[in-house]
C-alpha cells in the first residue's frame, strides 16, 4: 500500500489510506464490484432466461449508475465490471466508461475496468470501448459450432457475430480477452475438446463455468452440471493438461494448459468447488439494488435512498452496512437451499 505524503506545517508524516473500507463480517475485503447496466438482452440462453417475450425492463440512467459507482469506487472498489442483461445494448456505453475510467481507487490507482458480453454487438464496439477506458472483456460463448450455439442462445445465425467479435476485442488490444462457456449437460457436453483448439488457435483464455441454478426456466438438476474431472478427462483425450499456478490469491479459476504450453483453460466451479471463502465480489442490480451474493434472497435498495435525495455521505453508510450482511457462503446442492427469485440476467453475472 502506497504511503501518503502528508505536511503539517514543518513536519512531514507518513499516513496509510486502507485500500478497502468494505469489509464483512467474515472478514473479507469488497473490492469487486459488477453492475449491471441493463437487464435486456438479445440473447435467451436456455440457461439464463426463458424463451418467453415481454418481460418488464428495469434501467437506471447512465448518470445515476456513475454516481453510485463513484461512491462504491471512494469506499474501496477496486475492479468494476459491467454486465447485464447485455451491456452493449445501452445507449451512451462509451461516454460512461469514459468516465469511469476516470476514477481512482482509494490508493490512487486507475481503476480495473472490465465488461462481460455475448459479443454480439462487439464487432463494431471492441475499439470505442477500448479507446474510452475498457481494461479486459470477457465474451460469453457456449459452443463454437452454429448449430449447437443457436439451440443454446435461441438467436440463429450469430455465431460467426460473436467470433468477428471477439476478434474485433483481441485487435483492439483489449487484454486479456477471455471467452467464457457455461457448460450444460445435454446442450453443450461435445463441445470441450473444440472449445481447446479453439483458445490454442484464437489466442483467447477459455473458460469453463459450472452451470448454476439461476434461470428462469427450472432446467437445474446436479445431472446437469458437467463435473470437473469430466471436464479435465475430456481435454486430457485432446492432449495432456498442466496445472497453472493462480494468478491472484481470490482467482475463481482454476488454470490449466497443455504440455506444449500453448492455449489456457480455465475452470470456475462455484457449485462444486465453491469459493465463497475468498469472496470479495458485490453487485449492482440494473434496477439500483445491492446483492451481496448471487444466491441471496434478498435485494438492498441503494437506488430507493438516492430517489429519496440521500446524499454521498448517505448513500456510502447503506453500502457500508449492506456489506456486513454478506452470507458466508452459498448452499446450493443442500437440502435447505432456496433458488434466488431473480435469475442472473436481472442479477448482473
Ligand atoms: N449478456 C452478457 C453475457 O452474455 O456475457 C452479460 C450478462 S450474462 C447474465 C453474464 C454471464 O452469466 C454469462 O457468462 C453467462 O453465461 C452467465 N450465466 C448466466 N446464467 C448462468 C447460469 N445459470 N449458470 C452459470 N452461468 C450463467
Not at 91 to 120: I, M, P, S, W, Y
Not at 199 to 223: H, K, Q, S, Y
Request: aromatic share 8%.
Amino acid at each position: 500500500m502506497p504511503p501518503v505524503s502528508v505536511t503539517f506545517g514543518a513536519f512531514e508524516e507518513s499516513a496509510f489510506v486502507a485500500p478497502s473500507i468494505l469489509k464483512d463480517r467474515y472478514d473479507r475485503a469488497i473490492t469487486d464490484l459488477r453492475v449491471s447496466i441493463t437487464d435486456r438482452c438479445n440473447y435467451r440462453c436456455v440457461y439464463c432466461r426463458t424463451g418467453n417475450e415481454g418481460a418488464q425492463y428495469s434501467e437506471l440512467p447512465m448518470a445515476d449508475y456513475l454516481r453510485l459507482v463513484r461512491i462504491f469506487v471512494d469506499l474501496g472498489i477496486e475492479k468494476v465490471r459491467l454486465t447485464g442483461g447485455e451491456p452493449l445494448l445501452r445507449r451512451g456505453l462509451v461516454d460512461f466508461v469514459r468516465q469511469l475510467a476516470k476514477l481512482k481507487t482509494r490508493t490512487g490507482e486507475k481503476l480495473d475496468l472490465a465488461l462481460t458480453t455475448n459479443g454480439h454487438l462487439l464487432g463494431d464496439l471492441a475499439t470505442p470501448l477500448k479507446d474510452a477506458g475498457l481494461s479486459r472483456i470477457t465474451v460469453s460463448m457456449d459452443a463454437v459450432d452454429a448449430a449447437t450455439f443457436a439451440r443454446i442462445t435461441r438467436v440463429p445465425g450469430s455465431f460467426e457475430r460473436v467470433v468477428k467479435g471477439i476478434r474485433a476485442a483481441q485487435q483492439a488490444g483489449l487484454d486479456p480477452v477471455k471467452v467464457n462457456c457455461v457448460l450444460l449437460r445435454g446442450f453443450n457436453d461435445d463441445q470441450i475438446v473444440p472449445f481447446a483448439k479453439f483458445a490454442r488457435d484464437e489466442g483467447v483464455i477459455v473458460r469453463f463455468i459450472e452451470f448454476m441454478p439461476l434461470e428462469e426456466d427450472r432446467l437445474w438438476t446436479p445431472n446437469t452440471v458437467i463435473p470437473i474431472r469430466e471436464v479435465i478427462a475430456q481435454l486430457e483425450s485432446f492432449r495432456p493438461v498442466v496445472r497453472l499456478a493462480p494468478n491472484t490469491v481470490s482467482e475463481t479459476a482454476v488454470r490449466y494448459t497443455f504440455d506444449d504450453g500453448i492455449g489456457e483453460i480455465g475452470i470456475i466451479a462455484p457449485v462444486s468447488q465453491a469459493f465463497c471463502g475468498q469472496c470479495s465480489r458485490i453487485r449492482l442490480t440494473s434496477d439500483g439494488k445491492i446483492r451481496t451474493c448471487l444466491f441471496s434472497q434478498f435485494d438492498h435498495d441503494l437506488y430507493g435512498v438516492m430517489k429519496r435525495g440521500g446524499g454521498d455521505d448517505e448513500l456510502a453508510a447503506f453500502i457500508e452496512r449492506t456489506v456486513t450482511l454478506k452470507e458466508a457462503r452459498h448452499h446450493v446442492g443442500e437440502p435447505d437451499f432456496l433458488k434466488p427469485s431473480r435469475s442472473m440476467v436481472h442479477i448482473g453475472g
